[in-house]
């Protein structure tokens, strides 16, 4: 019965998405394709959640791709976990997408989404659930070109075509990482599987170094990881919400999942330095995401950003685990490694609220500014609240999920710190997770109140209203999950305890790195409620009124008086300015010597895209126009060319 389990899943996601894309009737469409989908996500959790209860890996043969090299799938504890997520997530945004991609169904590409977004699941499922590196390769390809298709769904927008060419251009230069990487192992181990790579170590340092290398390149672009997540920003605006949901939600946790896969599974006993390289990529793209978030004023834009952000915090777990792993750390290694899966978990739950959340103002007010925005909560009160919730939680304000997991990895730091030898390392990496978790409440701040609080600043503000049920349920859900995770951590802090059971241990007691969370959490949660009502007491007391919210002490506030955006997001400029490099322009209007208008516009460029990316795309250019006379048109030339590129096969497989 386990050996048919990879074609029933693969017939549940697939038919439903070749039905949708033949059935006429748009909303019949969905119901089909989008429904299906939810049908068959819910059994992959059901059915996942069984077999991780097995005490041995459930190992399934397939076909072999080609003639000499076995595949199989596999089901360990690393992988059940990341399968729980996708099927998790892909249930929610399914059902959610039933509602919400009626907007397509003036056009027949809306019925090609149904089969897209389920090919993307069932894809990653594939890839995390892979045995060897050509099951691995397939699945990761199908993966990136499902969710190129769905980023230029509205492809009539040049912005959508943008995005789509940069995410292109950056999975594939990702996979070419990766496949380097596996075609070093198999130099070294002369198999395919997984199992193989693990049971012969590199011994050469240059190779293990060159195979982390292009490992971390690849999994870093998908992951988005600084100085990587140059697609991000372009292709989550772009894509349909709910896709926006799955991919900062669960498809770049395919990068962590290959890193983690890497070094912890298949490079045995990693060095020193791959820990500290992770770590301070991890709080690299901490810092420089949640700072590029604050200053976005297009709200899916800004939420892209804080994925870099929260790949970053995940990695600083994952990096410093790797680091105490190496340094005789085992305790502190295990709880970090748990707390960045945990974070993995959590930032998706969050994540996807934001993005369905994003969405759901999107159909309301027609726009993505946040600078037209405002006064939401007055038509949209379930969406205000879903998306507090999820804020709260991104910004790690207890009793919410992001505060329980970075809590697990500040006490990994603080007990890797009092272990002996590198303890300025593990405290300047606290200093920097409290660095990024402040900010994170700066922007968020600026978003609930720009967003959802004071007047509307525009009529199609003004006139949104709540969605429908089919998205409200998900939106609630997640909300629901995201508090209940914060409350209760040890449910998935003792899991996740188990999974890295393979570190080596010196007694660390599992129970104890979820308790805290909780007690905290709730002592956290009392004192400011506590607070809240001693202050609202002591308002009345003294007679004093409550105006209305962003009033400034006046009765009467207009939009023009609120607080802007850019307006929160100034003192954090005017601190960072030195990395962030603002433009500004100054426009006036003059009348004789008097001024009758000043316009001021601010705009900000990420400083890799300008220093990096874009001179080599133009060298790269440069570089294709010159290599077209490689192409003058004579067939034995090109066969000349192929078989250069097999000599140079053999001479490095020799």
Not at 14 to 23: E, S
Not at 316 to 341: E, M, V, W
Not at 612 to 641: K, M, N
Request: proline share 6%; aromatic share 12%.
């Amino acid at each position: 019965m386990p050996s048919a389990l990879p074609y029933v899943f693969a017939s549940a996601f697939l038919l439903p998405g070749i039905l949708a894309l033949l059935i006429r009737d748009p909303r019949r469409s969905r119901v089909v394709g989008f429904g299906g989908s939810a049908v068959a996500s819910f059994l992959g959790l059901v059915v996942t959640m069984v077999g991780a209860t097995r005490e041995t890996p459930m190992r399934i043969p397939l076909p072999a791709p080609v003639p000499w090299v076995a595949s199989e799938l596999f089901l360990d504890g690393l992988s059940a976990f990341f399968l729980v997520l996708i099927f998790f997530i892909g249930f929610l945004v399914s059902v959610y997408a039933v509602g919400y991609m009626k907007e397509f169904d003036a056009h027949r590409r809306g019925q090609a989404a149904p089969l897209l977004l389920n090919l993307l699941l069932l894809s990653m499922a594939f890839v995390v659930s892979a045995g060897d590196m050509l099951s691995f390769l397939l699945g990761w390809e199908a993966m990136s070109l499902a969710s190129y298709f769905l980023v230029v769904l509205d492809h009539e927008k040049r912005e959508a075509r943008q995005a789509g060419l940069i995410y292109l251009i950056a999975t594939h230069i990702g996979t070419g990482g990766i496949l380097l990487a596996f075609l070093f192992l198999v130099q070294t181990t002369g198999s395919f599987s997984f199992n193989g790579f693990a049971a012969v170590p590199i011994a050469d340092p240059a190779i293990l170094s060159a195979t982390f290398g292009f490992a971390l390149l690849g999994f870093g672009t998908k992951a988005g990881i600084f100085p990587f997540h140059i697609w991000l920003p372009y292709a989550h605006p772009e894509a349909p919400s709910p896709v926006s949901a799955v991919m900062s939600g669960v498809m770049i946790k395919m990068g962590i999942y290959g890193i983690v896969r890497f070094l912890f599974y298949l490079l045995p006993s990693p060095p020193v330095s791959f820990g500290a390289i992770l770590l301070t990529l991890g709080l690299l793209s901490g810092v420089f995401g949640v700072l590029y978030a604050i200053i976005q004023h297009d709200l899916k834009r800004l939420l892209a950003f804080h994925s870099v952000e929260n790949v970053g915090i995940i990695l600083i777990g994952i990096g410093a685990a790797s680091l105490c792993q190496a340094t005789g750390r085992p305790d502190a290694a295990k709880l970090l490694l748990a707390g960045g899966l945990f974070h993995v978990l959590n930032h998706a739950t969050f994540k996807a609220l934001l993005f369905l959340g994003a969405g759901a103002v999107l159909q309301g007010a027609h726009t993505r500014n946040i600078e037209k925005l405002g006064g939401m909560m007055r038509g949209m009160p379930l969406t205000g609240i879903a998306f507090l919730a999820g804020s709260l939680a991104i910004s790690a304000v207890p009793p919410f999920n992001g505060f329980a997991s970075e809590f697990a990895i500040y006490r990994g730091l603080w007990a890797a710190a009092g272990s002996s030898g590198a303890v300025g390392v593990f405290l300047a990496a606290m200093a920097g997770l409290a660095l990024i978790g402040g900010l994170a409440v700066v922007c968020f701040v600026k978003v609930v109140g720009t967003i959802f609080l004071g007047n509307a600043r525009s009529a199609q503000a003004s006139a949104a209203r709540d969605p429908s049920v089919s998205m409200e349920f998900p939106m609630g859900t997640l909300a629901v999950f995201c508090l209940g995770l914060g409350v209760f951590p040890s449910f998935v802090m003792d899991r996740l305890m188990e999974i890295t059971s393979f570190l080596p241990s010196a007694g660390v007691a599992a129970p104890a790195s979820g308790g805290k969370p909780f007690t905290l959490a709730i002592a956290l949660a009392i004192a400011i409620g506590g607070l809240s009502l001693l202050r609202t007491y002591l308002l009345r007391r003294n007679g004093q009124r409550a105006g209305g919210t962003w009033g400034c002490g006046f009765p009467y506030s207009t939009p023009r008086m609120q607080y802007t955006a850019s307006s929160f997001a100034d003192p954090i400029l005017h601190v960072f300015q030195g990395i962030l490099r603002p433009h500004t322009t100054r426009k006036e209007r003059l009348s004789g010597r008097f001024l009758l208008e000043v316009e001021h516009e601010t705009h900000f460029h990420d400083l890799l895209e300008n220093g990096l990316y874009l001179p080599v795309y133009r060298l790269f250019v440069q570089a294709a126009f010159q290599a077209r006379r490689l192409h003058p048109g004579f067939i034995h030339l090109y066969l000349g060319y192929i078989l250069g590129a097999l000599v140079l096969l053999l001479v490095f497989f020799h």
